[in-house]
């Protein structure tokens, strides 16, 4: 994930992430066109977060095998964790609206 800082630090300056490189090297960098799978703005903190494709493949290859392993869990427990589920996703969907 890239974190592009509007005018709050400068690319040479120590990354604030704490690794010791600086910014360029690790969030600063602007990922190429072709790599990018979404952008969020952050007012908040004033900043854009670049979601590129390479780091959703390395979540995916990550997380992949434990949230599989969950899906399989909650097929084993029959309609009653399906409706369980459901319920919970629909409950926080409804707070997001």
């Known amino acids: 994930m ?15 992430c704490g690794s010791g490189k600086k910014f360029k090297h690790r969030h600063g960098k602007v990922p190429a066109k072709n790599n990018i799978a979404g952008i969020l703005l952050d007012a908040e903190n004033n900043r854009r977060i670049v979601v590129t ?5 390395n979540q995916l290859h990550r997380d ?3 949230v599989a392993r969950s ?9 009653a ?3 369980c589920v459901d319920r919970r996703s629909r409950r926080l969907a409804d707070q997001q609206c």
């Not at 494709?53 to 493949?57: G, N």
């Open 71 to 79: 899906f399989d869990r909650l097929n084993e427990s029959g309609d």
């Open 53 to 57: 494709k390479d780091f959703l493949l």
């Open 81 to 83: 964790g399906r409706q």
């Open 64 to 66: 992949g095998p434990k």
């Open 2 to 16: 890239t974190f592009w800082n509007c005018g709050m630090t400068q690319r040479n300056a120590p990354c604030p």
